[in-house]
Each structure stands twice: as C-alpha cells, then as structure tokens.
C-alpha cells in the first residue's frame, strides 16, 4: 500500500455506499414496469432456476446456502456490486446494439454525479502526495458525421494505484481522481492523471466469498471509466483499459472490448505516459 488510507477498506463500507448512491440516483420502481413484462421475465428466471436445481438435483443443504448468501449480499449492500459485475454487461449489449459512435460499456457501482467541473486543459483533483505513474489522457469529441462537439461534457472517474475508488474507501478525499471535463470549441481536453491499479473485489463480503467458493479471481484490468455528453447527442457511458494490463483478457466483469484498449506511449514532457483517444456520439 502506497496511499495514506488508514482505516481498513471493506466490503460493507463500499457495499453501503453503492448501494446509497444508487438509491439517490432515483431508480424506478417495479410500477413502471409492464405487468406483461414482469410476468414473462420474472416467470422465465425463475423456470430456468427450476430447470437448474431438477438438472443438477440440487439439496436442502445448497438451497440453505443460496439463501443464506442471498441474505448476506443485501447486508453487505452488495447488490450493485453484483449485479454490475455480473448482468450488467449483457444489459449494455443490448441497449448499444444499434450504435455507430464510439464503443460504450457497462458504468459500474461507482459513478458519482456532479464532480467538479474542469477546463478543457484539466488536472483531476488528487492529493499532493497521489502516487502512481502520470498519465495524461487527451483527445476530441465528435459527431457521427465528424463534426466537432465544442464543450461536450467528459465525465471520469477511477481508481487510484492502490485499486481504491473516493466516496467508496476510506481516507480518500471526496473528488479524488473525479472530475467534469468541459471540451473547449473545437471539442478537445487534455486531461492529467494517474495510472488506476487493477481493482479487485472485496475479499472480505458475500461477492468475494462466491468467488473463492467457485474458485474464480477477484480482478478487474486497470481502467478510467467515462461519461461522455453533448447536446443533440445520444450520452455514452463507457471504459478504457491498458493494453498488456493483468486481467485485460479475463476481466471478472466481462466489460472489455477490443475498441477500448488503450497502448499509452511515453510522454512527451518526459513525467509518465500519455494517450490519445477521441469519442464519436451518435445523434440523439
Ligand atoms: C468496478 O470498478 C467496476 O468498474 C465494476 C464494473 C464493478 C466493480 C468495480
Ligand atoms: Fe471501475
């Protein structure tokens, strides 16, 4: 560990926090649903753990287990954890089926709104002492038909080098490594950082005890998460990862694409590495 966090991270801590922020994020009921719908989905899931437990002639004793562990999850506020991690991505398959622009991907538990907002030419808020490997992330923002997004909104947010997100583990300052970027009029930003460490699950909660009860890892690849707006534009929520990272290959959120592998070279002012990447909205 080389941050100045001092308390212990831990899965209830981050579970509850996302598990908050989702609430704020006023999610819809289950009203607002068709009842039509409901019932095809909900009977569908639940035919096929039918079909599960009759094929594999699953006991008492697992049923206890599930349930067991399905109480937990709600209590460790993991739920966003799992769910992202786990369903989300197919979820973005479909809603970006019909996509041109740029490749999205799935957002996460951890996106806060209303970072501070930053110049086109931006360094995110970190601590004097931030460690980690400079990396300055620069490119444009344009429409299908190529023309510029002048002050189109990049919204990113991610992990420090110890995998650590702020608002999520303790001893962070409050935006660290977060922030809203405003592009300048020909829809350009140069955005100074640092490098995210790979992440990895909480160990300690009821989605790290899944992963070591099935023999799985933990671990997602380094990666700068992204928001990215302008007006008259379909809004694109996506990902970036680093090419040779850990993981890269075997993300445990199954949420890279090939189109989101980033191959920083080093960086011009000789202080850590830097990379360009432009943004293509499709209209709204
Ligand atoms: C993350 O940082 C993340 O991006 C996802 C999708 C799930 C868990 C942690
Ligand atoms: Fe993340």
């Given amino acids: 560990m080389t941050g100045t966090t001092t308390e ?6 981050s579970g509850s926090a996302a598990t908050e922020q989702f609430r704020s994020k006023q ?20 035919a096929a753990a039918h079909d599960i437990i009759r094929r594999h002639r699953v006991t008492y004793a697992e049923y206890d287990v599930l349930k067991s562990w399905l ?5 460790d506020g993991e739920w966003p954890l799992f769910l992202d991690v786990w369903l989300e991505h197919v979820v973005e398959e479909v809603a ?3 996509r041109e622009g740029s490749k999205g991907t799935i957002e996460g538990p951890y996106y806060v709104p209303d970072s501070p907002v930053l110049t086109a030419e931006a360094t995110l808020p970190r601590r004097d002492d931030e460690p980690g490997t400079p990396l ?15 002050a189109a909104k990049v919204e990113i947010w991610h992990a420090d080098d110890d995998g650590y997100y702020s608002q999520f583990a303790p001893g962070l300052p409050e935006w660290n490594l977060r922030g809203t970027v405003i592009a300048d009029g ?13 992440y990895q699950i909480p160990t300690d909660g009821s989605c790290g005890r899944l992963i070591t009860a099935a023999g799985w890892h933990a671990w997602r690849p380094a990666h700068l998460h992204l928001k990215v707006s302008a007006p008259g534009h379909q809004p694109i929520t996506t990902q970036l990862y680093f090419k040779g990272g850990s993981h890269v290959t075997d993300d445990i959120a199954s949420a890279v694409k090939s189109e989101l592998i980033l191959d920083p070279g080093p960086a011009a002012d000789g202080n850590g590495r830097e990379v360009t990447y432009d943004f293509v909205l499709d209209k709204a």
Avoid: H, M, W, Y
Avoid at 186 to 198: D, L, W
């Fill in 8 to 13: 212990q991270a831990t899965a209830a801590a």
């Fill in 27 to 46: 999610c819809s009921g289950a009203t607002d649903v068709d009842t039509k719908r409901v019932d095809s989905l909900v009977s569908e899931l639940l």
């Fill in 71 to 75: 109480i937990q999850v709600g209590e």
């Fill in 96 to 98: 970006s089926e019909n």
């Fill in 136 to 150: 300055l992330f620069q490119g444009r923002v344009t429409s299908v038909d190529g023309t510029a997004l002048p």
């Fill in 186 to 198: 020909q829809g350009n930003f140069r955005i100074r950082t640092i490098e995210p460490a790979p």
